[in-house]
Nanobody, 122 residues
Framework: QVQLVESGGGLVQPGGSLGLSCAAS????????MGWYRQAPGKQRVLVAT???????DYADSVKGRFTISRDNGKNIAYLQMTSLKPEDTAVYYC????????????????WGRGTQVTVSP
């Protein structure tokens, strides 16, 4: 009902920049909030950034000032622009989306993409 496809991952040197995109396709659901999470090797998946329909954003402290999340509501695409990348940013980055349906959007479900690898290394 909601499918998310990430793109833009790859290998980048420390201090470099990389942009990620997430294309959401939805049937029976409407997309509300979207976001990015990441999971480093041997670590738990954690929040990177989220964005609501009206553009309100939230960032993990570790990426504030370096990463920027944005979205195109008409196309249901979320973006994550990453700058000043550090080796500790290396992780699989997952796109997320909040799908809502039903009268007054009473039914809510959180969806995930398959992830895209971001590696920051010399």
């Amino acid at each position: 009902q909601v499918q998310l496809v990430e793109s833009g991952g790859g290998l980048v040197q420390p201090g470099g920049s990389l942009g990620l995109s997430c294309a959401a396709s939805a049937s029976n659901f409407s997309i509300r909030a979207m976001g990015w999470y990441r999971q480093a090797p041997g670590k738990q998946r954690v929040l990177v950034a989220t964005i609501t329909l009206d553009g309100t954003t939230d960032y993990a402290d570790s990426v504030k000032g370096r990463f920027t999340i944005s979205r195109d509501n008409g196309k249901n695409i979320a973006y994550l622009q990453m700058t000043s990348l550090k080796p500790e940013d290396t992780a699989v980055y997952y796109c997320s989306a909040e799908g809502v349906r039903g009268l007054n959007f009473w039914y809510v479900r959180h969806y995930w993409g398959r992830g895209t690898q971001v590696t920051v290394s010399p």
